[in-house]
């Protein structure tokens, strides 16, 4: 069974720039959640979906937007990048959004804003 | 305050010892989860508690929920145990997770 992708593996943008990011759940896994890990601070919670429509949201900018397809998988976009958005992008996903799910996380994306 | 607090930050162990990383919550959870990120990045779910006790391999993981503290414990240490550990919650019925600043374990051999 192939586990929770992501594409790309890095992304270099500039300052002002918009950005994409995928994350393709594992097979039958309904819930995706978005994390940012940027350095020095550990993980922090950015976006959660789950049947398609946005469940709880991070302390994060509305320049941080994502979305939920029809078959699960996700984007994240983050518009007018600031250099201190550089930081590693993690989705995972979990078979419901239950608390009782453990989460399976994805390769991650490293954002790189110069 | 954070909402998760882990301890200790840095640990440095030598191959065979035995292990305890600890976490305590100041919220209502569902859940707490222990996870383990290898440098690269990839992060690795070890375990799921609501209660009581959990042992996989070397690993145990507790959690008292009265006292809002979880602990995990690696018995026989080995360098390929070295990573970040880091302790997460369900804040309520959310299905996020709120995380902890990790443990950096180093195991020498």
């Known amino acids: 069974e192939a586990g929770v992708t992501q594409s790309p593996t890095h992304l270099i943008k500039t300052r002002g720039q918009q950005a994409t990011l995928r994350c393709s759940p594992i097979s039958g896994h309904t819930s995706v959640y978005w994390y940012q890990q940027a350095l020095g601070l550990g993980l922090q919670f950015l976006l959660w979906?789950?049947?398609?429509?946005?469940?709880n949201r991070g302390n994060f900018p509305p320049r941080f937007s994502g979305r939920q397809f029809p078959n699960y998988s996700s984007e994240l976009n983050v518009n007018a990048l600031e250099l201190e958005d550089s930081a590693l992008y993690l989705c995972?996903?979990?078979?419901?959004?239950?608390?009782?799910?453990?989460?399976?996380f994805g390769p991650g994306t490293r954002l790189t804003v110069l | 305050k954070n909402e998760v607090e882990q301890s200790p930050q840095n640990l440095t162990a030598q191959e065979g010892e035995f292990i305890t990383i600890n976490c305590s919550y100041s919220v209502g959870i569902s859940a707490l989860h222990w996870l383990q990120q290898h440098p690269g990045g990839g992060i690795v779910s070890l375990f799921m508690l609501s209660s009581g006790k959990k042992k996989h391999g070397r690993l145990i993981a507790t959690i008292n929920i009265q006292e809002k503290h979880s602990s995990l414990h690696i018995t026989a240490s080995h360098p390929r145990d070295s990573a970040v550990y880091i302790c997460?919650?369900?804040?309520?019925?959310?299905?996020?997770?709120?995380f902890g600043k990790g443990t950096k374990l180093s195991v020498k051999p």
């Open positions: 979906y789950d049947e398609g429509e946005e469940r």
């Open positions: 997460a919650v369900n804040r309520g019925s959310q299905g996020n997770l709120i």
């Open positions: 995972a996903s979990s078979f419901r959004g239950s608390s009782a799910d453990t989460q399976y």
